[in-house]
């Protein structure tokens, strides 16, 4: 089966890759250092539009002219965080973001293609199993006792249910609507693996779903040694928001604070060398900042000696035309002189003297117009003079004022225009040797990391870094458990199965979105990246979910009011969910639209027109415009709350976006296209219609 089955992956993947747009370029703008993890230095950036691409992508940006390497570590509605391998300042006002959204295709294409030469060894034994949606049955070693512990919130009968089918059957799915507690059962499951001795390998498509399940993970296991001893390892970069969550309540799953804590000597060391490097890095800024302001007083000093110049050229060139104009005035002096003598002389006296009137006249004409073109020269060369004279007294100003700068920076910096150089060159050399010796810190603790890694019982990670991280365990796990698992590429999932051994875990809802399959045209691409792994399994509607029983389905939802939950349970439940009691009891809130939970707006009597873009997306300008309104009036009446706007397309997100950016409402809202928004929640939700 494996055989033709990574046939048929790698001509899918490569109909996708066809499909793909090949290095596509985005703006950036308004770049904000935000932390180092992991030797990446991590950018959070605005976008122009909202950015389709994988994340762990390669990408490459260009700032200022120059090109600097990194990966795309997550979006989030017009916002991108990008985890570049070169420190570029606290902020980057604009930049030009490059990506190439096949990169990941291409590199598992080629991961399949290694397996079907023989090139690498894979056992695809487990994804055999799961591929070929046979009946669950019994683990091996399922008479191990089941034990997890209970939280203050114990599971509830089909929570129960769904723990110990995972922890029981080898292929297990627990079918999780929204808000029926998903993750927290998620969280028992991997903590009754664990106790059993098994070691899990916890995936989803995102970093955002990783997290979170993480997070779930971590909350329930944080006083055990699971946990203390570093044994639940996050493998990966999280996004910003849950970084700081999992710094501030979990940090012992962060791959970096663990090997902190174990390399502490090590850790010391490069946060001093990086402190140093930081100093280092400030004064050589100052240096630059003198060479450039010697480099100026130079460049005046030169300026100002070619204005002198060319004074002392246009003083010569003026003392020459103004002798040239003394003599022909001189000389036509004496022809006028000539011709009046002639004029009043007798013929032949005339003819004695050589003395022709009209001859005389002509050449006093031709002197006059001599004469004329040599006092425009005259003055011509006089305003030079003087233009040239306020441009020199300008640079001896500026001359002078540059000449000040220049020996204050020295006089800061404490070294002379002579010794500059060379000092700039040690700083230089201590540079060097600090980045050197950093990156042999950054060896060593990328050994104590693998190491981490290899003794890991949990390791949550995205699908990707399965077949692209070099730190990824060359260890099978045990179980394989993966969360939102509507969204995983079948084509990725085959392969993290191949990464485990004894049984896996789905978790997530047949009814919630499928993965995006750009190659809409190819049926081996529809096959296996278009499709979920639930229509593998046959678990494509409520029916036959019900009737099957490698299914448990949770039952009882704890978020949503009973008059919203009311429409998923009766139009895609077959009212098989129940609602939590408390969430009867939960107290309303006020947001000035109405006291109902649930709120239609009718905008059909408006007419309001819909446009759709050559891409296929659409947008909405009435609609978009009434929900921005909505979320203006229910924060005026709810200071503290946060609205999630989801809409279908990406136009309508992009136009809603700009008009809360205007309104100044975006601190408080979260726009999303449905598929980005899948697994996330907010208190309050407008959902426009296009």
């Not at 055989?3 to 066809?18: C, G, N």
């Not at 279908?648 to 809202?669: F, M, S, T, V």
């Amino acid at each position: 089966m494996a055989s033709y089955l990574i046939d048929e992956f790698v001509q899918a993947l490569d109909e996708e890759i066809r499909a793909s747009q090949k290095d596509k370029t985005t703006k950036v703008f308004q770049g904000r250092f935000l932390r180092e993890i992991s030797g990446l230095f991590v950018y959070s950036f605005n976008l122009e539009n909202f950015l389709v691409t994988l994340e762990d992508t390669p990408a490459k940006i260009l700032i200022r002219g120059i090109e600097y390497g990194g990966h795309i570590l997550s979006t989030h509605e017009l916002e991108v965080e990008i985890g570049l391998e070169h420190f570029c300042g606290q902020f980057i006002p604009e930049a030009e973001l490059k990506t190439d959204p096949s990169y990941l295709l291409d590199k598992l294409k080629k991961k399949f293609e290694e397996c079907r030469s023989g090139a690498t060894k894979v056992d695809f034994h487990l994804s055999e199993i799961l591929f070929s949606g046979q009946q669950s049955y019994p683990k091996s070693n399922s008479q191990a006792e089941i034990h997890f512990s209970l939280s203050t919130e114990p599971p509830n009968e089909s929570q129960k249910r769904a723990i110990e089918a995972s922890f029981s059957s080898q292929l297990s799915v627990i079918w999780g609507p929204p808000g029926t507690g998903k993750t927290k059962t998620a969280a028992m499951a991997i903590e009754a693996h664990l106790n059993a001795g098994r070691r899990v390998l916890l995936v989803s498509h995102s970093n955002n779903a990783v997290d979170e399940a993480l997070e779930d993970v971590a909350e329930h296991l944080k006083t055990t040694s699971f946990y203390q001893e570093g044994k639940l390892v996050r493998l990966g970069k999280p996004q910003e928001e849950h970084l700081k969550k999992l710094l501030g309540k979990y940090p012992l799953v962060l791959l970096d604070e663990i090997a902190a804590r174990l390399g502490e000597s090590l850790s010391r060391e490069k946060n001093e060398l990086e402190s140093e490097k930081f100093q280092l890095e400030d004064k050589l800024a100052s240096f630059e900042g003198v060479f450039c302001a010697l480099q100026k007083r130079d460049a005046t000093l030169s300026a100002l000696d070619e204005l002198k110049l060319s004074l002392s050229e246009s003083e010569r060139r003026s003392r020459l035309s103004k002798a040239d104009l003394d003599m022909l005035e001189e000389s036509q002096r004496k022809k006028r002189e000539k011709l009046l003598e002639a004029e009043s002389s007798g013929r032949l006296k005339r003819i004695l003297k050589g003395l022709d009137p009209q001859k005389l006249q002509h050449e006093i004409d031709q002197t006059t117009i001599s004469v004329d073109s040599k006092m425009r020269l005259v003055r011509e060369l006089d305003r030079q003079l003087r233009e040239l004279r306020v441009h020199i007294h300008a640079k001896e100003e500026e001359s002078q004022t540059d000449k000040t700068n220049a020996d204050e920076l020295l006089k800061q910096l404490g070294v002379s225009a002579n010794e500059l150089e060379s000092k700039k060159n040690e700083l230089d050399q201590r540079r060097n040797n600090i980045l050197a010796r950093i990156a042999e810190i950054n060896r060593q603790l990328d050994e104590i990391q693998k190491k981490i890694l290899s003794e890991a019982q949990l390791v949550a990670t995205t699908l990707t870094k399965t077949f692209v991280s070099k730190q990824f365990p060359d260890v099978p796990f045990n179980v394989l458990v993966i969360d939102e698992a509507s969204m995983a590429p079948l084509t990725h999932l085959y392969w993290a199965a191949g990464r485990c051994r004894d049984s896996v875990t789905i978790i997530g809802d047949f009814l919630q979105l499928p993965p995006i399959c750009l190659a809409r045209d190819k049926p081996m691409a529809q096959k296996w990246l278009g499709r979920s792994i639930f229509n593998i399994l046959g678990i494509d509607s409520v029916e036959k979910a019900c009737n099957d029983s490698r299914v448990k389905l949770l039952d009882i939802q704890y978020r949503m009011a009973p008059e919203i939950s009311v429409i998923p349970n009766r139009f895609f439940y077959q009212n098989k969910l129940k609602n939590d009691p408390r969430v009867s009891e939960r107290s309303r809130l006020y947001d000035g639209i109405s006291e109902l939970p649930l709120v239609l707006v009718e905008t059909t009597t408006m007419n309001p027109w819909c446009c759709q873009l050559s891409t296929g997306s659409r947008f909405n300008l009435y609609n978009a415009l009434v929900c921005a309104t909505l979320a203006k009036r229910i924060i005026k009446n709810i200071p503290d709350v946060r609205i999630g706007i989801l809409t279908p397309y990406g136009a309508q997100a992009r136009l809603i976006h700009k008009i809360a950016k205007d309104w100044e409402l975006l601190g408080r809202l979260r726009i999303s296209t449905v598929h980005k928004f899948q697994g996330g929640e907010e208190k309050i939700g407008v959902n426009p219609r296009n």
